[in-house]
Nanobody
Framework: VQLQASGGGLVQAGGSLRLSCAASGRSFRTNVMGWFRQAPGKEREFVAAINWSGSSTDYVDSVKGRFTISRDNAKNTMYLQMNSLKPEDTAVYYC???????????????????WGLGTLVTVSS
């Protein structure tokens, strides 16, 4: 069972990127999934989370109105559309999933059981 994040890269400030998180080994269609990021020298922080159906989402204040989290349960994949990127968005982005079914989105890192390797997003000024 694993999560694989992709889609990172180098982009200019104001640009956009779309991250994907593909799950394999089991279905996560009943599980909360989330995005986190870790900038150099900083702790890992919550970015966004989505419930099993996509009907409930949560975002950290700094990305509200710029980032959109979504999921396609048929493809066992989660996405993070990032628009109006800023240099302070530069970080390694990680996707994560809870193993308990039908929970609500949460910002707490310790509520997530499975983590993928990160993908680097670099925003130049």
């Amino acid at each position: 069972v694993q999560l694989q994040a992709s889609g990172g890269g180098l982009v200019q400030a104001g640009g956009s990127l779309r991250l994907s998180c593909a799950a394999s080994g089991r279905s996560f269609r009943t599980n909360v999934m989330g995005w986190f990021r870790q900038a150099p020298g900083k702790e890992r922080e919550f970015v966004a989370a989505i419930n099993w159906s996509g009907s409930s989402t949560d975002y950290v204040d700094s990305v509200k109105g710029r980032f959109t989290i979504s999921r396609d349960n048929a493809k066992n994949t989660m996405y993070l559309q990032m628009n109006s990127l800023k240099p302070e968005d530069t970080a390694v982005y990680y996707c994560a999933a809870q193993l308990k079914s039908f929970t609500i989105p949460t910002m707490a890192l310790n509520e997530y059981d499975l983590w993928g390797l990160g993908t680097l997003v670099t925003v130049s000024s």
